[in-house]
């Protein structure tokens, strides 16, 4: 991408990626739906209210629209360019009890610095091809409309951090019996979101009494449970997941205590600082944090 311009593209669920946005034979004449999302409220009101009193909010699933104009010489590169737009842009790809979202994702310059923001979509309207006019009978005009179930923007560069090194610690005063060899490691994340990003956590072993605590939120995660040499632990937190499995396939869900995992997520506006209190780690033990920044809109 150059300097002075922008990119956009659809990248389908198989990587398959194609540029709507590439002048001037290509381009997005009009884009709109990457603001705030829409919201609906949750109400409540009491006996001689006026109005009526917020009791909370959610964001619903966001349309963005885009208008693709697509020039020609022929009406064989017309049809050539038809049958690219319908094979990229369509779910048949995917399976149809199973459909996986493509990812539409924006390109730009903001004070000298490359930024990009994507959503995972799937097309809802456009590619009719109805009535070519005369006038442009080489070239296409469509209204494009994808529809993004979870109206979250985010930045698509996933960010890992890794917790590797502990330190050894007792607490004072001690009582017995104590444990011997309890150690913590700390690892400060710089968000730059201004949404709250759901991580996943891989907890490699050998370790046990596992407990990993956003000191930002004072929300915790903890596993009663020996993490053997060779067995990583996953904690998935994305919404639409939530589980806690070994890589034997095993669920851990009961091995939870005081947990919260739906509550467990890196907060924008701040370093959050995540505490990971092992009683038992050698030079294998690791904690891996993946995640993406999320933005409410651009």
């Keep these: 991408m150059s300097k002075t311009g922008e990119l956009i593209r659809y990248i389908r669920a198989d990587g398959e990626s194609i540029n709507l946005h590439s002048p001037p034979n290509r381009a997005v004449a009009n884009m709109t739906g990457w603001g705030y999302p829409a919201v609906s409220t949750h109400t409540i009101s009491g006996p001689f209210q006026h109005g009526e009193s917020l009791l909370g909010y959610r964001f619903q699933p966001r349309t963005i629209s885009l208008d693709v104009m697509k020039t020609g010489c022929s009406r064989t590169e017309y049809f050539a360019e038809r049958s690219r737009l319908i094979n990229m842009l369509g779910l048949q790809t995917t399976n149809p009890n199973l459909p996986e979202l493509g990812r539409l994702q924006w390109e730009y310059i903001e004070n000298d ?58 607490t004072l005063p001690m009582t017995f019996p104590f444990m011997v060899g309890a150690a913590i490691g700390t690892e400060n994340l710089a968000y730059e979101g201004t949404w709250e990003s759901y991580p996943i956590i891989e907890v490699t072993g050998p370790t046990n009494g596992l407990k990993i605590t956003n000191q930002d939120t004072d929300i915790s995660l903890e596993l009663d449970y020996f993490i053997n040499v060779g067995i990583t632990v996953t904690f998935n937190l994305l919404p639409n997941y939530r589980t806690v499995t070994d890589n034997l396939g095993n669920n851990l869900i009961s091995k939870l205590k005081q947990s919260n995992l739906a509550e467990f997520s890196i907060v924008g506006g701040s370093t959050n600082t995540m505490l990971v209190y092992v009683s038992e780690y050698n030079a294998d033990t690791e904690v891996v944090i993946r995640y993406y920044s999320k933005y409410v809109g651009i």
């Design 113 to 170: 610095t490359y930024k990009t923001r994507a959503i995972d979509c799937y097309i809802n309207r456009g590619l009719k091809y109805e009535a070519d006019p005369q006038w442009f009978k080489y070239g296409i005009l469509e209204t494009l409309d994808f529809i993004a179930p979870d109206p979250i923007i985010y930045d698509p560069t996933e960010q890992v951090v890794t917790v590797d090194t502990f330190i050894e610690y007792l």
